[in-house]
C-alpha cells in the first residue's frame, strides 16, 4: 500500500487549540490541576470537532469516513422519509484516530510549548466516523484505546489508521464529497486508505 504523509485538514483550529494548552500549562499562570486537565480535554474534543473557523463538525465535514459509516448514513436517510425525528448521524460515532487518551498523555505536560502541542496536535489529532457496529469491532479486538504500534512509529496515514486496518475496517478520504449524497454504488467505489 503507498504511504501517505500525516496532514492536518484543520490545521489553524490545531493552532489556536496549541496556543491555548501552551497558556493554560504555563507554571507562571498557576491554574489549579483538576481545571488543567477539564480544560484539555474540552480542548482534545475541539482538536478534531471544529473547523478552522471553529464551527461544530462532529460529523459533517469530517475528512475520514468509513465505508460501514457511509452505508450506515444512507439508510438513515432513507428512513428518515418515514420517521423525520431521526437523527441521520444516529449510530454513528466520531473516534479519534490516535485514542485521545494517548494524546492526553502527551499534552498534559506542564510548561508545554505551543509548538510542541501543535506538533502533538497536527500528527495525532485525527477523527474518523465509524458506524456504532465498528466501534463494537474496535472494543472486541481490545483496540479502543491502545494502537497496534508503538506511537514513535506514526509516521504516516496509514500509521494513524493502523487500528481499523487491523479490524478490517475501510477508511476513505471524503473531503471532497458530499457525504450525504452518496450514493451505495458511490460509496463502493471508494479507494479504501486501509
Keep these: 500500500m503507498k504511504q501517505l504523509s500525516i496532514s492536518s485538514h484543520n490545521e489553524f483550529n490545531k493552532e489556536n487549540i496549541a496556543k491555548s494548552i501552551s497558556i493554560i500549562f504555563d507554571t507562571k499562570n498557576a491554574i489549579p490541576d483538576y481545571i488543567k486537565k477539564m480544560l484539555l480535554e474540552r480542548l482534545l474534543w475541539a482538536t478534531t470537532e471544529h473547523d478552522n473557523n471553529g464551527i461544530y463538525k462532529k460529523y459533517d465535514g469530517q475528512p475520514y469516513w468509513s465505508k460501514g459509516a457511509l452505508r450506515k448514513l444512507i439508510l438513515n436517510i432513507a428512513e428518515k422519509k418515514k420517521n423525520l425525528k431521526l437523527n441521520p448521524y444516529q449510530d454513528l460515532r466520531h473516534e479519534h484516530s490516535i485514542p485521545k487518551k494517548i494524546i492526553r498523555e ?11 502541542a501543535f506538533e ?3 500528527k495525532y489529532g485525527h477523527a474518523v466516523v465509524i458506524s456504532k457496529d465498528e466501534d463494537k469491532l474496535l472494543n472486541q479486538k481490545k ?11 506514526i509516521n504516516t496515514l ?7 486496518k487491523m479490524v478490517e475496517i475501510q477508511i476513505c478520504d471524503v473531503r471532497n464529497l458530499n457525504v450525504i449524497k452518496l450514493t451505495a454504488s458511490d460509496i463502493d467505489d471508494l479507494v479504501s486508505l486501509t
Design 106 to 116: 502527551l499534552t498534559l505536560v506542564n510548561d508545554i510549548t505551543k509548538e510542541k
Design 120 to 122: 502533538i496536535l497536527n
Design 143 to 153: 483496540l479502543r484505546s491502545k494502537l497496534t504500534m508503538p506511537l514513535e512509529k
Design 158 to 164: 496509514d500509521d494513524v489508521f493502523s487500528r481499523y
